[in-house]
């Protein structure tokens, strides 16, 4: 498994707590996202890229190309817990703009 799938690997077990639950997520058999991941991403069926990265929210042509980019489709979740007027959706903005930034230097 070379770096790109290993930064893969690692997100998916990040956000899905295993591959086994991603790829029930994903309705594809955990034997063929290990494969994929073992073999390479470039070199797999594109159908099965896609559904890795729809739900990922990579962009799959620069995922293809060797590269991890999150599209703007990504899911935003925030692991604190803010009560109500705690922040003004300017700051909220920001929060969510330094989480994304944390979460990208993690990835490359």
């Given amino acids: ?10 997100l998916i077990i990040d ?9 029930e997520k994903i309705d594809m058999p955990w034997t063929t996202l290990d494969s994929i991941l073992k073999r390479g991403i470039a ?14 929210g990579l962009d799959s042509e620069k995922l293809v190309d060797g590269i991890i ?6 899911p935003t979740t925030l692991a604190a817990h ?15 703009q330094f989480a994304e930034f944390v979460k990208n230097k993690r990835v490359k």
Avoid at 1 to 10: G, I, Q, T
Avoid at 83 to 92: A, I, Q, R, V
């Fill in 15 to 23: 956000r899905y707590g295993s591959m086994k639950k991603f790829s």
């Fill in 1 to 10: 498994m070379n770096e790109l799938e290993s930064n893969v690997k690692a």
């Fill in 82 to 96: 803010f009560d109500g007027d705690e922040y003004t959706e300017s700051e909220l903005d920001e929060i969510r």
């Fill in 69 to 74: 980019v999150f599209t703007q489709d990504e």
């Fill in 43 to 56: 070199n797999s069926n594109i159908t099965n890229v896609l559904k890795i990265t729809r739900e990922l």
